[in-house]
């Protein structure tokens, strides 16, 4: 099969690698999509801890089953599946009181093993969720990510009538824009510095666009404020936009190693809530009925490319053109 492979921080390579054969409980999906996101890039650039190389990224992805291994029944072969990249070990201390997205034996696919940049991937049976016919291709490229959105606004208190201030109008803002609608927002600004963006994402819903939040004229600030950028300023910015008894919500992958600056006396004085979002918990066949019940994200998908094509799709989402880039590794492959 073709795979992209991951040999260093910064050394990537479309290469030939041997097909996949399913352990005891595993499954084999053929890819036909496979999401870019802001994690590929940590990955990518060395920032993720728990990443070893080499590796074959990609944990956005979907498919079909084309193989069943040891002591698997099902999905049967040739159903349609989205893979929940995430594998919890289930025995430790945080996957015991029900915190198996905080997993301290933390495993994932195209992450700590081989993802869905590749023609073929070997994934657990459990991991892997059945999808509705009727669901686009597209829209089942996205189920990941809005299992993702769809944890983070799990964990915040969705109050009807309150106002959002969103920093990033990429997908997962957007994702983040169309979530907090369905729970009663009363208003929903965004903050980009790409005006492309903000033209997409005034066309998507949003009710105001920024490349300053100063612009909204809030001087009380937001309800509620989502980072969805992982950038230091923008998260120091937002900090400082959340109102008395409002809510902070730290959604963005940020770098590890990197540090941000705030008031804790504004944090005690105001009773600002800071809370953080890991993934996905529970949230995946969630993220699924949503989009089957017509949740149209279809918009956010703006390129797919090729496998061969992979280092053309990195350059296109590092100079933020387009929305959400999948990446469709079977696309013209032989048979």
């Not at 700590?112 to 073929?120: C, N, W």
């Not at 109050?159 to 009663?184: D, F, K, N």
């Not at 992982?230 to 992958?253: H, N, P």
Request: proline content about 7%.
């Amino acid at each position: 099969m073709r795979a992209v492979v991951v040999s260093g921080p910064g050394q990537v390579t479309v290469a030939d690698m041997p097909d996949p054969t399913p352990e005891p409980g595993e499954l084999i999906v053929e890819v036909s999509s496979c999401g870019l996101c802001g994690t590929d890039m940590h990955l990518l650039g060395g920032e993720l801890p728990s990443a070893t190389y080499p590796l074959i990224p990609g944990h956005e992805l979907t498919g079909r089953v084309v193989a069943l291994g040891p002591g698997v029944t099902g999905p049967r072969v040739g159903t349609r599946v989205a893979v929940d990249p995430n594998m919890p070990c289930g025995a430790c201390h945080y996957c015991r009181i029900g915190r198996g997205n905080l997993c301290a034996d933390y495993r994932a696919v195209g992450v700590t093993q081989a993802g869905g940049f590749a023609e073929l991937v070997a994934v657990p049976a459990r991991c892997a969720y059945v999808l509705p016919d009727a669901l686009t291709d597209a829209a089942a490229g996205l189920v990941e990510p809005l299992s993702c959105a769809v944890h983070g606004l799990n964990r915040l208190s969705r109050r009807p009538g309150e106002h959002y201030l969103i920093y990033g109008a990429g997908t997962m803002g957007l994702m983040m824009s169309a979530l907090v609608r369905t729970a009663g927002a009363a208003s929903v600004s965004v903050v980009d510095l790409n005006e492309d963006r903000l033209t997409f994402a005034k066309s998507f819903g949003a009710d105001a666009v920024a490349a300053d939040a100063d612009a909204f004229d809030r001087p009380q600030g937001f309800e509620v404020v989502i980072d969805a950028t992982g950038v230091i300023a923008a998260i120091e910015d937002g900090l400082g936009r959340t109102r008395k008894g409002g809510t902070f919500l730290q959604f963005g992958v940020s770098d590890p190693a990197r540090r941000a600056s705030f008031s804790p006396f504004a944090v005690y004085n105001s009773e600002i809530d800071i809370i953080g979002s890991m993934a996905v918990h529970n949230s995946f066949q969630p993220a699924i009925d949503l989009l089957a019940s017509g949740l149209d994200l279809d918009p956010l998908v703006s390129d797919v490319f090729p496998l061969d094509g992979f280092d053309e799709a990195v350059a296109a989402f590092k100079a933020g053109t387009g929305r959400k880039i999948h990446v469709a590794p079977t696309e013209g492959a032989s048979a």
